[in-house]
DNA sequence: TGCAGTCTCCTTACGCCATAAAGTAATGTT
DNA sequence: AACATTACTTTATGGCGTAAGGAGACTGCA
């Protein structure tokens, strides 16, 4: 379930974005009516509970609003509808990535670290990764973020016209190898079976269902037995560790290919 | 929205995805009651014609069984449920991957060649790039694609282990990299709103609410000017233009690693 | 002090969704 | 001819986002 970003009036969606007047936990000037009890701050801090508990799928108004003792139809009062709820909640998120990375052991090092951290943030709220990248949400932490990763990038002396492409061939890769654990998470979460149970019952009916299986496809059947991860800790899953092994190898794979534009640009 | 598999009776879902009897378009010998109208590979390929023509989100019950003059509930004679639904238009559309790659010019010309067959597939049936990938289908498709895959990833003579992250790490870049594509259309199709209208309004208003944008992030608006795909085809949105450039570039940049990789290996 | 205007928050309602349950009618076998 | 089985329908349940309208709280002005 990619979820779309609020398409409503961009200047409001932008405005609730950047919002400034004093930031978090101000209240601004008040009119007539009776004081508002909650603040944006407070409804997408509860969205972000929300997800982070019970996924993005889980994320209803509804839900959102139980959580403040509200009514769904409150939370309209503070946020245009859910669209932008998201797009709050995405750039909220956000602001826990460095703003800054330590280039003193060179840019592989830091892209490294940079690949670290967003793996971990990825998995620390996995349904940031149903935020379509589409139509970005454009608020600040966003760009905070990119901005870290291009300072990296620029100790590459690479030229822009490539290092823009550098950009996307990061970030596809790492947030596809994070998708992995993190809908195989989810997956064990919401049915209650977890990848050890799942698949050893799925390969067992493969077998019966098709018998011939080996002769169809035997480069298949020979990797699946050599070249699996290491077991280095029990308690994580088998799929996990596949993943986080490839995810591993695979980042050297693109920093050596990156490394080869440098040299080839140099 | 992800669109997660079928969890149910895994013998049942098993038995509809590897279906031998006949194959398509055979029916099997009939018991008492009416004569079914319909067939599960008719209401696959009719699944399949509303998440082409429509999209992933406006794949409903109501809509298959619509497009087939019947109800939803009628469309439960043949299929266990949505996710079992999913799973075998998922797996049928798969055949339309090549089986097998030409490798007399080389590894890296055949694996440009995937990568492009798989540009091209994920774009005719975006809402492939929906299925959720941490419970795979295990459908027939799915394992002839995987291995035609391997048949050319065999030919760089890497080590199984070194080889079983680098289908990750091209799949994940592939995927990633159409990714924005189809989601750019997707967005533009259900808003009515093309790229080349929204970014200009949504930035003109970012200069609004933001005007220090340029001096928080430097790198950010130098990159923006700097380094923009060559326009080739006016009817290409520019959006499009930047992702298909980054798939060039960046399979380039993941093909150099993986060449790096050989080379240690030697 | 009183009241108008404004704002928060609620209830209700609409049209979607997947699918459970039960009913109707058609068909093959005995 | 009776019965079991099947295709397909109708109806219902409990979810979703959010439009519409109303109740009551509060501020600012008269």
Redesign the interface.
């Known amino acids: 379930?990619?979820?779309?970003?609020g398409?409503g009036d961009?200047?409001r969606s932008?405005?609730l974005?950047?919002r400034t007047e004093g930031g978090r936990g101000t209240d601004a000037k008040r009119g007539p009516g009776p004081r508002p009890a909650l603040s944006v701050d407070v409804v997408v801090d509860a969205g972000i509970a929300v997800a982070d508990a019970e996924g993005m799928a889980a994320l209803s108004m509804r839900a959102v609003g139980e959580r403040l003792g509200r009514t769904a139809m409150a939370l309209y009062t503070y946020v245009p509808g859910k669209g932008e709820l998201v797009d709050l909640m995405y750039d909220q998120v956000l602001a826990e990535l460095p703003a800054d990375y330590d280039l003193t052991a060179g840019w592989r090092a830091a892209l490294t670290s940079w690949a670290e951290d967003t793996w971990a943030f990825s998995l620390r709220h996995p349904w940031v990764l149903?935020v379509?990248?589409?139509?970005p949400v454009?608020g600040?932490n966003e760009?905070?973020a990119?901005?870290a990763l291009?300072?990296v990038l620029?100790a590459t002396e690479l030229?822009?016209?490539?290092?823009?492409?550098?950009v996307?061939?990061l970030?596809?890769?790492v947030?596809?190898?994070v998708?992995?654990v993190?809908?195989?998470r989810?997956?064990a979460a919401?049915?209650g079976?977890s990848d050890e149970e799942?698949w050893p019952?799925?390969s067992g009916?493969?077998a019966?269902?098709?018998p011939d299986?080996a002769e169809?496809?035997?480069?298949?059947v020979?990797?699946e037995t050599?070249?699996?991860a290491p077991v280095t800790d029990d308690a994580v899953p088998y799929?996990e560790r596949?993943?986080r092994?490839?995810f591993e190898?695979?980042l050297?794979?693109?920093?050596?290919?990156?490394?080869?534009?440098v040299a080839r640009a140099r």
């Open positions: 379930m990619v979820v779309f970003a398409q961009p200047r932008m405005a974005l950047w149903q379509s990248q589409a139509r454009l600040p760009y905070r990119m901005e291009l300072r620029y030229s822009p016209a490539v290092l823009r492409r550098v996307g061939t970030t596809h890769f947030r596809g190898a998708q992995t993190a809908e195989s989810l997956a919401s049915t079976v799942w019952a799925r009916v493969l019966e269902v098709a299986f169809r496809f035997p480069l298949l020979g990797l050599e070249g699996a799929l596949e993943a092994t490839t190898v695979g050297g794979v693109v920093l050596d290919g990156i490394e080869a534009a």
